[in-house]
């Protein structure tokens, strides 16, 4: 029998509110923090999970685009706080992290979204001189993998240790197609960190089931946004990029906002371990 039809009406009214998108997607109350979040997709980020009733706390070191936009949700009326910091700095990032917690008393999401570019890869013609391995400069390497890999861990380890003691929470990583496959246009520190980050999520999504928390990575194709200089506002660029994508053209920040909010969400709920690609079809290819 028809599981809904055999419930009482009250009952079965209270299944097919279940089932409204509204209720599904709702994160009122939720607490959640986002970083790298002045800009690109993790103000993108932030800006639904926001609009959709959670208290955000967005963390980035560029204190001005993240004061502009904190700001302006502010007058928007929506419950935000910025905190600037290095999220390179392990001490000063557990300390917002617990600091949120704190005042909150909860923590439901973290978004590890911090990252930097490694400049142009070999396959570009920025990069036909300083992308290719010979010329890998240790310096560069090192910060890369020191924003884009050890904070994303640290971040997630922080969180952990609040969602842990709760029972509950969703930690989602920004990956990157290019930890999934070889991809000419991005430098290789970039790619080893997006490449690191993928197994970290499985491995954690592993350790942390048992407690109730939901470990995922989103791994964006190529987005018009800031990072590497904003080497996608060129149109040569966006035009090299858009040939190598089946939908025919680079994504604009806001159309992760989709998948970041199913992720937050109770519509997530039995998803863990897993790399959801927003490409275009290009890992189709």
């Known amino acids: 029998m028809n599981d809904v039809v055999s419930r009482s009406p009250n009952s079965a009214e209270a299944g097919w509110q279940r089932l409204s998108a509204t209720r599904m997607f709702d994160l009122s109350g939720q607490v ?36 502009e936009s904190a700001a302006l949700w502010t007058q928007r009326g929506l419950p935000v706080e910025a905190v600037v910091l290095d999220v390179t700095d392990s001490q000063a990032l557990g300390n917002a992290i617990d600091g949120v917690v704190t005042r909150y008393g909860r923590l439901d999401a973290v978004f590890a979204n911090a990252g930097i570019s490694a400049g142009p890869g070999f396959g570009t013609d920025a990069g036909q001189a300083s992308g290719c391995l010979e ?58 960190a997006k490449a690191g980050v993928i197994n970290l999520v499985r491995q954690a999504a592993v350790e942390l089931a048992p407690h109730g928390v939901l470990v995922n990575a989103i791994a964006p194709g190529f987005m018009h946004t800031d990072i590497g200089g904003g080497r996608l506002h060129d149109a040569a660029v966006r035009n090299q990029l858009a040939a190598q994508v089946p939908l025919g053209r680079v994504a604009e920040a806001d159309e992760i906002q989709g998948l970041a909010l199913f992720l937050a969400s109770t519509a997530s709920s039995y998803l863990s371990g897993v790399v959801i690609p927003v490409d275009g079809g290009v890992l189709a290819c």
């Open 32 to 67: 959640i923090i986002v970083t790298g979040a002045a800009s690109g997709l993790g103000l993108a980020i932030a800006e639904v999970l926001n609009v959709n009733g959670a208290r955000v706390t967005l963390i980035d070191i560029d204190s001005r685009h993240l004061h």
């Open 135 to 192: 010329r890998i400069d240790l310096t560069s390497w090192d910060r890369v993998l020191a924003v884009n890999l050890t904070a994303v861990m640290q971040t997630m380890q922080a969180a952990a240790v609040h969602m842990k003691r709760s029972g509950a929470g969703r930690i989602i990583v920004t990956a990157s197609i290019a930890g999934v496959r070889a991809e000419p246009f991005v430098g290789y520190a970039y790619a080893a």
